[in-house]
């Protein structure tokens, strides 16, 4: 009888619970990004900022969405590719328009050169935009003819969470090749540790697509390499000091 007089109380918690949970699925991505926007604005300075970063994580959510078409997963998963693309591409927004404002008398790339020396570099956002609609039209229509195929979707749900797994590895390599942690915000990898911890018990416990866990697995060991490269090369520094300060706070520099 208890028991019973108690659950008006618990299914509504419950519920608020997992609305939360779902919210912060939806949002946590991308509350890294705006301490990093909002200071590129302010100092308009954007070197401490890979758009590279972008460019992974736009291929990802991308290629994610696309895995909702031939296996439909949780819809806080699909609405969080969505926000995270509008928020990459109001990133590089930003990052161009302050490269371009900080350069005198270089030539202007754009993506219709088809340079591959300059790709990613170009002097306007619309270039970026072409890019992004590119890569998006080649692999819908790939994908739109091989949906019947168990292989190819499966494959293709695998490549997303992967290739966003790998977006600490770049910085991994770096720390590991300057023997230093110098620059980096050890914030952010913390902002980085715990979101990708939540999102990892969120996809295991809401039973998301089996690439899903992995990869938020494989994550979060990336994540945790990179702060015990924090902790050792702090206590066991391999060079001299550095006097100067290098701005960066973010993955995949």
């Known amino acids: 009888m208890e028991a019973d007089g108690l659950e008006w109380l618990v299914v509504p918690v419950h519920q608020l619970v997992s609305w939360g949970a779902a919210g912060a699925m939806v949002f946590g991505g991308v509350v890294p990004y705006i ?77 219709s050169d088809f340079d591959l020396n300059y790709f990613w570099h170009w002097s306007k956002f619309t270039d970026y935009v072409q890019c992004v609609l590119t890569f998006t039209g080649v692999t819908g229509y790939i994908t739109y003819l091989s949906l019947d195929s168990f292989l190819f979707v499966e494959t293709l749900g695998f490549l997303a969470v992967f290739t966003e797994a790998m977006l600490g590895v770049p910085q991994l390599f770096r720390n590991y090749q300057n023997r230093s942690t110098e620059g980096m915000s050890v914030k952010m990898v913390l902002m980085w540790t715990s979101g990708d911890t939540f999102k990892t018990v969120y996809f295991i ?3 998301a697509p089996f690439q899903f866990s992995i990869c938020g697995l494989l994550q979060v060991f990336v994540d ?29 520099l």
């Open 35 to 111: 301490p990093q926007y909002r200071d590129i604005k302010r100092t308009q300075n954007a070197e401490g900022f890979s758009t590279y970063v972008c460019l992974v994580l736009l291929v990802a959510n991308i290629l994610r969405i696309l895995f909702w078409f031939g296996r439909h997963f949780e819809s806080p998963l699909l609405w969080q590719s969505i926000i995270m693309i509008i928020t990459m591409l109001l990133m590089l927004k930003l990052c161009t328009e302050v490269r371009v404002s900080n350069e005198l008398n270089i030539k202007r790339r754009s993506f």
């Open 205 to 207: 416990l809401n039973q």
């Open 224 to 252: 945790m390499a990179i702060l015990l490269q924090v902790y050792f090369y702090s206590y066991y520094p391999q060079k001299p000091a550095s006097h100067t300060a290098h701005p960066a706070s973010t993955k995949a």
